[in-house]
C-alpha cells in the first residue's frame, strides 16, 4: 500500500500531467488522444489529495460522487473499492472521467485550485474506470426486494442511461428505449472516438443492462407509441430524449451539397463509423478546406473531425472573440495543437456554390463586441463593408441544437418552453403532467454530459419518491 | 432482428421482401417509411411502405437496385434477418374524401403509391391509377394497383405494355377532359415528379410529391434530408415525406441526391469485385 503523505510534502507536489498522442500523429487517426494515467501516476497524484473533512470538490459534481473516498482507496491501491465507491453514485464512470468538464466542476472547488493546481479528479476516475474495466472488477449488483413497478425511459443518452441504472438498483422493473439501433444516444453519435472510444461506452452500458434493465432499440417513441399510450403501460416514465434536431444559420447557400450539420457530421462518423468507408457502408466526404461555423465543443469535435478524415485545412469560424468562445480549454487547445486554424470574430453571410451545387466559397463579415447581452457575453456587431470570401469547399454547422418535436407531440398534458423543451423541476425533473418526468438536454437545450447524468439522478430518485407514495401514471 | 418471411424478384432489377416487425405494422399509415441496416456495418437506408399486414405484423418493401446496399438486400434470403429496422417514419398521407383523384407511380414508386392509392380508395374517392415504366418488363404490382383503384392505366416508354407514352401524357388528357379532378399524388423518379408537377399547374390542381432523400436517422437529428419547399428549409424525414410538389425546389433536391455517388460507386464496385473473387456463383453485375 502507498503512504499517507504529510500534508506539507502534499502541497509541494505538482498535479501530475497526463501523456497524449502527439498531435502530429493523432489528427491522423481516431485512437483516443490523452492516454490515461499509469498506475504509478494515479497513486501519486491521490496522494496529493487533501483528504477535506467538509469536501467541497463534492458540491462541485452533479453525479454526486465521494470524491475524496474514492481518492483514499487509490492511495491505497485498493483500486476495486474506488471503482465501486464511484459506482454507488455514478454508473458511466469512465465516460464521466473523460468528458467531464471538471474545471468548472469538481475541481473548481478543489482547496489547491487556489493555487493553480487542483486534484486532477477527472483523470483519477477515469484511471479507476479503465482499471476495473481491465481487470474485469465490476460493480456488485444488489439484492434489493423487486419493487414490481414498471418505469419506462425515453433516450438511451446519458440522462436515460443513469436514471436506469438508479431506479434498477433500486428494485424497478425498467425498460429503455432507443430510437437508434445502438445504445448511449449522444455519447456513440456525438462525441468522437478520439474523444471517448465507442468500445467504453459499450462496456458501460452493458453493466447497465447487468442491473436487468430491459432494452428496446429501434423504437422511435412518438411514432410507434405515443407517450400518452407509454402512461397507460408503465407507473412512471423519464423522458430523456435529448435535444436531437439541428439548427442552421439560415443564409444563403447553406443547403448545397457539402453543408453539413454537425449532428449529420459527427453522427455518419461516429455511429455508422464512415471513418472506415467502404468497411462501414456510410459514406462521408470531406473537402480539402473545412470550415466549421461555432466554437462549442462539439465545432471542435467536427473541425477535428474534418482533419482526421482528410481536410488539409480545418477552420473555426465564429463570431465573437477567444474570450467567449464556449469550449472546453483543453479541447481548444487540443485543437490547436492539431492545426485547427481559428477565425474568431467573423460572421459567416452566405455559402457560395457552382452550378452543380458543390460549395466553393463563404462570404464573411468581421465582427466587433458590443456590450454584453442577455447570455452575459459581450454582443458581436457587425462592422460595414468589411466583408471578404473565404476559399472552402466544405460547411459545417456546429451552432447548436434545438428540440425535436416528435416525442413532445404525443405527449398531452406535458408542457413545453417556447423552443419546444419540456418544462422540468430542476430538482427533480417533474413535468406538468404528474408521474412524467424529464431531464438532460430536452430540458436544458445543448449542456453537458454530466448535467445529463445529474438529471438522471435526480429523476431517479423523484421517480422513487412519487412511486413510494403509492401512486402511479397507470389508473 | 427482423426476419424476411417472403422474397420475390419483381423483375431484373426490383424485390419485394415482407418483414417482420410487428411494432411498425401496428401503427405504420400510408405514406410512410422505413430505415433499414442490413448489418451493423451496414449504411441506414429509408424505404417508403409499400403494404402491411397489421394481424401478422408484417410490412412490404419494394426497392431497386441502385447501388451496394440494395444490391446486398437483394441477395438475402426468406428467413435471413436485418439488423436493424425502424419506422414508422415520416407523416402520413392526407387521407380525406376529395372525390376524384389521380395517384401517379413511375418505378419503385409504384410501389410506394399503392398504399396510399388503396387508402384514398377506402375514403370514398374515385381513384385513378396511372402507372409507368419504360417497358414491360418493369412494370411491377399492377395486380395490387388494380384492385387498390377505381380504374389503373398502364403505360410503357417503348409501348412494350399497355399505352405508349409516359404517364405524364395520359395525365395530361385526364386532367383536359375532366374538371373535376381535386388531387394528385406523384411517387417515382424526380425527373418524373417534377414533370408530373409542371403537367398539372396550369390546371391548379393540388400535386403531392413524395420525396426520397438522402438520410442517416430518419427522425430529424441530422438534417441531411432538408429540402427548400416554398423559400423554406424543411426536413423530408420529419416535416415530409410528402410536400406539395409546385413547391420544391428540384434542382437543389436532384443536386443533393448526388453527394455520394462517386463514393458509393467505389463501394458497390468494391463488393461486386469481392462477390466475384470468392467464385461463390452469385451474379457479379
Given at each position: 500500500m502507498a503512504e499517507m503523505i504529510s500534508p506539507k510534502e502534499r502541497m509541494k507536489r505538482e498535479q501530475v500531467p497526463m501523456s497524449e498522442q502527439c498531435p502530429g500523429e493523432r489528427k491522423c487517426n481516431f485512437k483516443e488522444v490523452p492516454l490515461g494515467y499509469s498506475r504509478e501516476q494515479a497513486i501519486y497524484e491521490a496522494q496529493r489529495c487533501l483528504q477535506c473533512k467538509n469536501a467541497k470538490c463534492i458540491t462541485g459534481c452533479p453525479a454526486e460522487i465521494n470524491i475524496p473516498e474514492f481518492i483514499k482507496k487509490v492511495v491505497e491501491e485498493d483500486f476495486a473499492g474506488a471503482y465501486r465507491e464511484i459506482l454507488n453514485t455514478d454508473a458511466l464512470p469512465a465516460i464521466t472521467g473523460r468528458v467531464c468538464p471538471q474545471e468548472e466542476q469538481c475541481q473548481k472547488y478543489c482547496v489547491l485550485e487556489k493555487q493553480g493546481k487542483p486534484i486532477a479528479i477527472g483523470r483519477l476516475e477515469r484511471f479507476v474506470a479503465d482499471w476495473a474495466r481491465e481487470n474485469n472488477v465490476h460493480g456488485e449488483i444488489s439484492k434489493t426486494e423487486k419493487k414490481g413497478k414498471k418505469v419506462g425511459i425515453i433516450g438511451s443518452g446519458p440522462a436515460g442511461l443513469t436514471c436506469a441504472a438508479d431506479l434498477a438498483k433500486h428494485g424497478y422493473d425498467v425498460t429503455l428505449f432507443e430510437a437508434l439501433h445502438l445504445l448511449g444516444?449522444?455519447?456513440?453519435?456525438?462525441?468522437?472516438?478520439?474523444?471517448?472510444?465507442?468500445?467504453?461506452?459499450?462496456?458501460?452500458?452493458?453493466?447497465?443492462?447487468?442491473?436487468?434493465?430491459?432494452?428496446?432499440?429501434?423504437?422511435?417513441?412518438?411514432?410507434?407509441?405515443?407517450?400518452?399510450?407509454?402512461?397507460?403501460?408503465?407507473?412512471?416514465?423519464?423522458?430523456?430524449?435529448?435535444?436531437?434536431?439541428?439548427?442552421?444559420?439560415?443564409?444563403?447557400?447553406?443547403?448545397?451539397?457539402?453543408?453539413?450539420?454537425?449532428?449529420?457530421?459527427?453522427?455518419?462518423?461516429?455511429?455508422?463509423?464512415?471513418?472506415?468507408?467502404?468497411?462501414?457502408?456510410?459514406?462521408?466526404?470531406?473537402?480539402?478546406?473545412?470550415?466549421?461555423?461555432?466554437?462549442?465543443?462539439?465545432?471542435?469535435?467536427?473541425?477535428?473531425?474534418?482533419?482526421?478524415?482528410?481536410?488539409?485545412?480545418?477552420?473555426?469560424?465564429?463570431?465573437?472573440?477567444?474570450?467567449?468562445?464556449?469550449?472546453?480549454?483543453?479541447?481548444?487547445?487540443?485543437?490547436?495543437?492539431?492545426?485547427?486554424?481559428?477565425?474568431?470574430?467573423?460572421?459567416?453571410?452566405?455559402?457560395?456554390?457552382?452550378?452543380?451545387?458543390?460549395?466553393?466559397?463563404?462570404?464573411?463579415?468581421?465582427?466587433?463586441?458590443?456590450?454584453?447581452?442577455?447570455?452575459?457575453?459581450?454582443?458581436?456587431?457587425?462592422?460595414?463593408?468589411?466583408?471578404?470570401?473565404?476559399?472552402?469547399?466544405?460547411?459545417?454547422?456546429?451552432?447548436?441544437?434545438?428540440?425535436?418535436?416528435?416525442?413532445?407531440?404525443?405527449?398531452?398534458?406535458?408542457?413545453?418552453?417556447?423552443?419546444?423543451?419540456?418544462?422540468?423541476?430542476?430538482?427533480?425533473?417533474?413535468?406538468?403532467?404528474?408521474?412524467?418526468?424529464?431531464?438532460?438536454?430536452?430540458?436544458?437545450?445543448?449542456?453537458?454530459?454530466?448535467?445529463?447524468?445529474?438529471?438522471?439522478?435526480?429523476?431517479?430518485?423523484?421517480?422513487?419518491?412519487?412511486?413510494?407514495?403509492?401512486?402511479?401514471?397507470?389508473? | 432482428m427482423y426476419k424476411i418471411t417472403k422474397k420475390e424478384q419483381l423483375n431484373d432489377v426490383i424485390y419485394s421482401m415482407w418483414i417482420e416487425a410487428p411494432e411498425v405494422a401496428s401503427s405504420v399509415q400510408p405514406g410512410q417509411f422505413i430505415i433499414l441496416m442490413i448489418s451493423e456495418k451496414g449504411e441506414r437506408i429509408p424505404l417508403t411502405v409499400a403494404d402491411f399486414n397489421r394481424k401478422k405484423g408484417l410490412i412490404r418493401i419494394v426497392f431497386q437496385i441502385v447501388g451496394k446496399t440494395s444490391d446486398e438486400l437483394s441477395k438475402l434470403k426468406e428467413n435471413d434477418n436485418l439488423f436493424s429496422f425502424i419506422g414508422p417514419l415520416g407523416m402520413a398521407t392526407e387521407i380525406e374524401k376529395y372525390g376524384k383523384v389521380i395517384t401517379v407511380g413511375g418505378g419503385t414508386g409504384i410501389a410506394c403509391i399503392h398504399p396510399i392509392t388503396r387508402a384514398l380508395k377506402e375514403a370514398g374517392n374515385e381513384v385513378i391509377s396511372i402507372i409507368g415504366a419504360r417497358n414491360k418488363n418493369l412494370i411491377i404490382m399492377e395486380e395490387e394497383l388494380k384492385k387498390a383503384s377505381s380504374q389503373l392505366i398502364v403505360t410503357t416508354d417503348d409501348g412494350s405494355y399497355g399505352r405508349k407514352g409516359f404517364v405524364t401524357q395520359v395525365l395530361k388528357e385526364l386532367l383536359e377532359e375532366d374538371s373535376e379532378i381535386k388531387k394528385v399524388w406523384t411517387i417515382g423518379p424526380p425527373i418524373m415528379m417534377k414533370v408530373t408537377c409542371d403537367t398539372t399547374k396550369p390546371y391548379h390542381v393540388d400535386t403531392i410529391v413524395s420525396l426520397n432523400s438522402i438520410m442517416v436517422d430518419g427522425t430529424g437529428m441530422c438534417g441531411s434530408c432538408r429540402v427548400t419547399i416554398g423559400g423554406e428549409t424543411k426536413f423530408v424525414c420529419s416535416d415530409g415525406p410528402e410536400f406539395d410538389g409546385q413547391l420544391v425546389d428540384w434542382e437543389e433536391f436532384s443536386n443533393r441526391l448526388t453527394r455520394y455517388k462517386g463514393l458509393e460507386e467505389n463501394s458497390w464496385n468494391e463488393f461486386k469485385k469481392v462477390e466475384h473473387d470468392c467464385k461463390c456463383g452469385r451474379r457479379t453485375e
Open positions: 444516444g449522444v455519447l456513440v453519435y456525438g462525441i468522437p472516438e478520439f474523444r471517448l472510444p465507442k468500445s467504453i461506452v459499450k462496456y458501460e452500458v452493458e453493466e447497465i443492462k447487468k442491473l436487468g434493465v430491459k432494452i428496446i432499440t429501434d423504437y422511435v417513441v412518438g411514432a410507434i407509441k405515443s407517450v400518452d399510450k407509454l402512461a397507460e403501460e408503465f407507473d412512471a416514465l423519464f423522458l430523456a430524449n435529448g435535444a436531437g434536431a439541428p439548427r442552421f444559420m439560415n443564409i444563403p447557400g447553406e443547403n448545397y451539397n457539402d453543408v453539413y450539420s454537425a449532428n449529420e457530421f459527427l453522427t455518419r462518423s461516429n455511429l455508422m463509423k464512415a471513418y472506415s468507408f467502404p468497411v462501414y457502408d456510410t459514406p462521408i466526404k470531406v473537402g480539402k478546406k473545412a470550415a466549421t461555423i461555432g466554437a462549442g465543443n462539439v465545432a471542435m469535435d467536427s473541425a477535428r473531425t474534418a482533419l482526421r478524415l482528410g481536410a488539409e485545412k480545418s477552420y473555426i469560424v465564429y463570431r465573437r472573440s477567444r474570450k467567449e468562445v464556449p469550449a472546453r480549454t483543453e479541447e481548444v487547445h487540443h485543437a490547436e495543437e492539431e492545426g485547427i486554424i481559428f477565425n474568431f470574430l467573423t460572421l459567416p453571410i452566405r455559402i457560395l456554390g457552382d452550378k452543380n451545387g458543390n460549395v466553393v466559397g463563404m462570404e464573411c463579415q468581421r465582427m466587433k463586441l458590443g456590450e454584453p447581452d442577455d447570455s452575459g457575453r459581450c454582443r458581436p456587431i457587425p462592422i460595414e463593408n468589411s466583408e471578404f470570401t473565404i476559399e472552402i469547399d466544405m460547411v459545417i454547422d456546429a451552432i447548436g441544437t434545438s428540440a425535436n418535436p416528435i416525442l413532445a407531440r404525443s405527449a398531452t398534458g406535458v408542457d413545453v418552453n417556447r423552443w419546444g423543451y419540456f418544462v422540468a423541476d430542476d430538482k427533480s425533473g417533474s413535468t406538468t403532467r404528474e408521474g412524467i418526468f424529464a431531464g438532460g438536454d430536452i430540458v436544458r437545450g445543448s449542456a453537458t454530459v454530466i448535467s445529463a447524468v445529474g438529471d438522471g439522478k435526480l429523476a431517479a430518485r423523484a421517480i422513487d419518491k412519487y412511486l413510494s407514495l403509492g401512486k402511479s401514471l397507470r389508473k | -
